[in-house]
């Protein structure tokens, strides 16, 4: 059987919260959302998008953990630290471009979306594609996608001017793209000029 993946459309996502309050039922992170809801260009939009882990081919998170807490299964799925190594220094949660990973205090441990790992083991949705009314989050074959979505799925992002990171989550985009470009801004400097393709540009086009 193909392997299924999660796809992220932001521009289906209708803001209703009904994948958070799943990803709250999940036993593995203690009643807490590992989900949340960006609200794009907030002065002139109510536009909404989901971010969850992406599961990165090279974690970044892994990489600057100095106490080996982060793993990656065989499958590719980047987990939370593992309790008895996590120490609590919130490197990951300062490293990762896509902002995931959350320290939480009350157990000194960061947590993290793992795609519900006890559920898509064994062949089953995550929780938020399971509840997703308007499947802007979607969990099927890339055969399936093809089949029933427009635009394209993207797995590879361009951080600022070159760093590249490649993802097991994949998001849908316009045609005509080939990776995600993510502009940065520089803290206490010179503001970069946006790029025309920017993430939030994207949710402007036609799919």
């Known amino acids: 059987m193909s392997e299924r993946v999660l796809f992220i459309d932001y521009a289906r996502c209708i803001g209703c919260q009904a994948c958070v309050q799943a990803c709250e039922e999940c036993d593995t992170h203690k009643g807490q959302a590992m989900i949340h809801l960006e609200t794009i260009r907030r002065r002139d939009s109510v536009q909404t998008a989901p971010q969850v882990c992406m599961h990165c081919e090279d974690p970044i998170c892994a990489r600057v953990c100095p ?3 982060i793993k990656k299964t065989p499958d590719g ?20 471009p896509f902002g995931v990973p959350k320290y939480f205090a009350e ?24 509840v997703c009314p308007s499947q802007a989050l979607s969990y099927m074959t890339v055969a399936e996608f093809e089949r029933t979505r427009r635009g394209v799925a993207l797995n590879q992002w ?9 993802t097991k989550v994949s998001v849908v985009v316009p045609r005509g793209r080939d990776r995600v470009h ?20 994207l949710l402007s086009e036609d799919g």
Not at 77 to 96: E, F, K
Not at 158 to 165: K, N, Q
Not at 182 to 201: F, H, S, T, Y
């Open 182 to 201: 993510v502009d940065l801004i520089e803290l206490g400097g010179r503001p970069k000029v946006a790029e025309p393709d920017d993430v939030a540009a």
């Open 77 to 96: 799925v980047v987990q939370s630290a593992l309790a008895p190594r996590c120490i609590g220094c919130s490197n990951c949660v300062l490293a990762c």
């Open 107 to 130: 157990i000194d441990q960061m947590m993290k979306c793992d795609l519900c790992y006890d559920r898509t083991s064994i062949g089953k949705k995550p929780m938020c594609a399971t």
């Open 67 to 69: 106490a080996d807490a």
């Open 158 to 166: 361009v951080f600022g001017e070159d760093e590249e990171v490649r």
